[in-house]
């Protein structure tokens, strides 16, 4: 069964800084297009941010210049860095993993931030 694992949610403070790791297993990670997604409360979810198998990045314009959103295919884990984080930026994140034949979603890791 594949499994996909985030870590690193957590509290911070405006301004501050958070790295989430979306781990993969039983999976070929690296053909994979990942995404970050993330669901606030009473909202749909929407993508984050996006990186194909071949390392291009994309951005919702919400995010860009805060986020980086990275992969290691040697250990089958994506990252996200967040910096310069904002009070709209708390919601549940989940990471998602796609091919052409199939795709995969995390549990999600709740990040808020707060005053």
């Known amino acids: 069964q594949v499994l996909l694992v985030e870590s690193g949610g957590g509290l911070v403070q405006p301004g501050g800084s958070l790295r989430l790791s979306c781990a993969a297993s039983?999976?070929?990670?690296?053909?994979?297009?990942v995404g970050w997604y993330r669901q606030a409360p009473g909202k749909q979810r929407e993508l984050v941010a996006h990186?194909?198998?071949?390392?291009?990045?994309d951005y919702a314009d919400s995010v860009k210049g805060r986020f980086t959103v990275s992969r290691d295919n040697a250990k089958n884990t994506a990252y996200l860095q967040m910096n310069s984080m904002k009070p709209e930026d708390t919601a549940v994140y989940y990471c998602?993993?796609?091919?052409?034949?199939?795709?995969?979603w995390g549990q999600g890791t709740q990040v808020t931030v707060f005053s």
């Open positions: 990186i194909a198998s071949g390392g291009r990045t």
């Open positions: 998602n993993t796609q091919s052409t034949v199939d795709e995969y």
């Open positions: 039983r999976i070929f990670f690296s053909i994979y297009d």
